[in-house]
């Protein structure tokens, strides 16, 4: 299948092209990988990307708002990733085709409002988590595929280093700290030795640690004694959160009640349905709740190393690349 993917994200763009390459298909992106030859900074090389110079001059020559008609005629199927203008403003020259409105987490009532006329005259929808079906205005799915990492990939924590650390982009930033959940953050490793990594966040002050490249964050999830996650509205989960899990660095996570999102009214945080509390993670709402199991695991090697083997378990059982993979095999 010749799969034409537009892509809003970087990370996620280079897993999801990365298992459609592996599964057989042919994959043309426009987003971080659309010069297969010089891709995004984030994340490397994608092995057996398909490479076409008419191809790939005809997607630099175009946007995502207005596909190249050499790039439509090739393709069969379309992976749209989030953004529903895209669906919108190429409708009419891809509808003939197979369309896929892929959700990242970060579907509003309005979204799915104005998607719902393309999906009564055949747009299919993959959801990555089943809370979606609370959003107001739901036009429904064909599928739940949640997002992947690979356990051989993302593996080998010791937790050697006693430091509380979470990884995000613009936490502290005006405008992002509400969504962030920055004061909770912020309060709830107050005293302990912490870092917060991510682009953006020289606001955060001592706390920052700097930006990893991809290989410094695997390395950082593997020495940490433990991930204070404070989720993003209006998200299910992250990306940071599965590669967290799988690498088994035990994780403190707000509760449903520190996620609810208070703009949209609406509460599609999953991490405290997919953690059992004291046993693959710790779960609260209260900030000093979530103070004292950060320091329970700066203090207690061992517990921390229970928690770590039964949340892997757990990161294998919903995002592990075998389960996900097969998924989308039989979606394709």
């Known amino acids: ?124 929808v993959v959801r990555y988590s089943p809370t979606e079906q609370r959003i107001v205005n739901y036009i429904g799915q064909d599928a739940t595929i949640r997002f992947y990492k690979d356990k051989s990939e993302f593996a080998g924590w010791t937790g050697d280093k006693a430091q509380v650390m979470t990884i995000a982009q613009s936490m502290c930033h005006p405008g992002r700290e509400k969504e962030l959940n920055w004061r909770v953050f912020k309060h709830g490793v107050n005293g302990l030795p912490a870092k917060l990594f991510g682009l953006g966040n020289e606001c955060a002050g001592d706390l920052w640690g700097g930006q990893l490249s991809f290989d410094e964050m695997k390395s950082e999830l593997r020495q940490n004694r433990c991930y204070f996650y404070t989720g993003t ?65 700066i203090n207690n090697h061992r517990l921390a190393k229970k928690i770590s083997f039964s949340g892997r378990q757990t990161a294998v059982k919903y995002f592990g690349k075998k389960v996900i993979k097969q998924q989308w095999e039989s979606f394709l």
């Open 1 to 124: 299948m010749n799969i034409v993917y537009l892509s809003c994200h970087s990370v996620l763009e280079y897993d999801e092209i990365k298992l459609f390459t592996e599964l057989g298909h042919n994959v043309v992106s426009y987003g971080a990988y659309s010069n297969p030859k010089n891709p995004s900074e984030l994340r490397p090389a994608v092995k057996g990307l398909c490479y076409d110079e008419v191809l790939s001059s005809a997607v630099l020559q175009s946007s995502k708002d207005h596909l190249h008609d050499a790039v439509i005629e090739w393709a069969d199927g379309f992976m749209v990733m989030h953004i529903d203008q895209w669906v919108r403003n190429n409708w009419d020259r891809i509808k003939h085709k197979r369309v896929v409105w892929r959700s990242i987490g970060q579907s509003i009532p309005d979204i799915e409002l104005r998607l719902a006329p393309y999906r009564k005259e055949g747009l299919q």
């Open 233 to 297: 509205k209006p998200a299910s989960y992250t990306l940071g959160f599965i590669e967290a899990l799988m690498t088994g660095i035990p994780i403190v996570a707000i509760g449903s009640g520190l996620a609810y999102d208070d703009f949209y009214k609406q509460n599609t945080y999953e991490v405290a349905d997919i953690l059992t509390h004291n046993q693959d993670g710790f779960i609260a709402d209260r900030i000093e709740e979530l103070h004292d199991y950060c320091e329970q695991m």
